[in-house]
């Protein structure tokens, strides 16, 4: 699964220290990894096969043990046996984040799997979901993600400099203690894109890279773009060449890819992620759109609710084959994308492969002293408020902003106040302002804007915004 070229460091801590660590702490992903990179390899029929059977045991559990599917399958006088037989996804009901927040216990399993725990996403649809999660599940994320990221070249133990979001609320010292401990094995360096605000910042990101010489950089596209027209302004260049850029949480545009090619002399890879379920999809050598992760989730794109033609843009409707904690079956993830519709793929996978990702338009945000911010903060600093339930930051001016929230119940003094001196912090001389709303505003488009920046020349489209721990590889 691993490329073939690791440096020493990287192929031991492959191939011996953290398969070793992960059979001592009990967890299934070395035997993932081992059975992936094999399917990886299949035809699509067997893949099939596959995702059918492993769904076949998910829905069984889910009438069993999930409130909502045990009264759907009976108000419809379906069986599990009758779905798998006719392999029709589309017998089975649609779902969102709507539909499960509404009536968040309806969509658990009862009892809970063993050691299952929550997870929040802050969404750039602009509403939170807290869910559950099985370890199991999250083992085969780890391992899939892996696989993907592997694609590009970049694997735990390689030197790896991640330009990406940071802990808004500090993590406790001892669980700050263990991550850097473990970022430390995995030759993993973090640069905050929320800090990356004035071309000093940029500047000093720069010298990061100069210092660490790192193989890969795991960058938001946007981010890559801010060092690259930095890069091309100072005429700075990395001094040895990288093996390769991944990015993830937003949709790499061309002339992004074209940039990063230039300024860091290496391939670029994407990857479609997001936190309900880490690693969906993800480029390989040949460049040709990105594969699904097809042994984890089984992906739909709907036209006008039927499945998408090959090329014809549609809705991306995941089913995660692995949580048993809370099974998201036909789920909505809010982003569009299409087929591609090129026969199999140069690389010799059979894994289906999907085009750009169209996502939610994120803006910049500006400070009167010329900084930017991107809009991924909001979502990600948003998202440990339950009471929150949809929000939108508009900047009317370069010195305020509004925070628009839709609450679920009120909002505890003390959390407003903390939300004001985060924004204060990040934003000086922008004054933000909480507004509580029935709705949010919905763009013309039908989209939901998280933020509407004072200059959306600048809007950035992105898929939900997935953390290091998410999109790559988490903790141990
Ligand atoms: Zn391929």
Not at 321 to 345: E, K, M
Request: contains cysteine; charged residues 25%.
């Amino acid at each position: 699964m691993y490329p073939a070229d690791l440096p020493p460091y990287a192929r031991l801590y492959c191939h011996l220290l953290q398969p070793v660590f992960e059979r001592l702490r009990g967890k299934i992903t070395p035997r993932v990894e081992k059975t992936i990179s094999r399917t990886q390899w299949l035809g699509p029929e067997a893949l099939q096969d596959m995702q059918w059977r492993e769904l076949a045991v998910l829905l069984a559990w889910a009438v069993d043990r999930v409130d909502f599917y045990r009264q759907w399958f009976a108000d419809n006088r379906l069986t599990v046996e009758q779905v798998v037989a006719q392999r029709d996804l589309s017998l089975l009901p649609l779902v969102d984040k709507q539909t499960i927040t509404a009536q968040p216990s309806r969509f658990l399993a009862d009892p809970l799997p063993a050691g299952s725990y929550p997870k929040t996403t802050g969404g750039t649809l602009g509403q939170p979901l807290s869910f559950m999660l099985n370890p199991e599940s999250d083992h085969w994320r780890q391992a899939v993600s892996r696989r993907g990221y592997a694609w590009a070249g970049v694997a735990p133990g390689r030197r790896q400099l991640h330009v990406w979001s940071s802990d808004l609320i500090p993590l406790p010292r001892a669980a700050q203690f263990k991550r850097a401990v473990h970022r430390m094995l995995l030759r993993q360096h973090y640069v905050s894109y929320y800090r990356m605000l004035s071309p000093q910042d940029t500047d000093r990101a720069l010298r990061r890279i100069d210092r660490l010489r790192p193989d890969n950089l795991v960058i938001y596209p946007s981010a890559a773009e801010v060092l690259c027209t930095r890069a091309r302004q100072t005429g700075w260049r990395p001094r040895r060449p990288l093996v390769s850029v991944l990015t993830g949480a937003e949709t790499l545009f061309d002339h992004q890819r074209e940039m990063i090619q230039e300024v860091f002399g290496c391939p670029v890879f994407e990857t479609y992620g997001s936190r309900e379920f880490m690693l969906m999809a993800a480029e390989c050598p040949a460049h040709q759109g990105m594969h699904v992760s097809a042994e984890n989730l089984m992906m739909e794109i709907l036209a006008d609710g039927r499945p998408a033609e090959p090329g014809e843009l549609g809705e991306v409707v995941v089913t995660d084959l692995h949580n048993f904690a809370q099974p998201f079956i036909r789920y909505r993830v809010g982003d569009t994308s299409a087929w591609l519709d090129q026969g199999p793929c140069a690389c010799g996978r059979s894994l289906p492969r999907i085009t750009k990702v169209e996502g939610k338009v994120v803006d910049m945000i500006v400070t009167p002293d010329g900084r930017r911010l991107t809009g991924h903060f909001f979502p990600h600093l948003l998202k440990d408020f339950p009471a929150v339930e949809r929000y939108q930051i508009e900047q009317d001016r370069e010195d305020h902003i509004i925070i628009r929230l839709k609450l679920r119940h009120d909002l505890a003094d003390e959390d407003s106040r903390l939300i004001l001196d985060k924004f204060r912090q990040t934003l000086p001389g922008v004054e933000p302002e909480i507004e509580v709303v029935d709705e949010v505003k919905i763009a013309p488009t039908g989209k939901v804007r998280i933020t509407i920046g004072l200059d959306n020349q600048h809007g950035m489209t992105g898929p939900d915004i997935a953390g290091p721990g998410d999109a790559g590889q988490g903790e141990a």
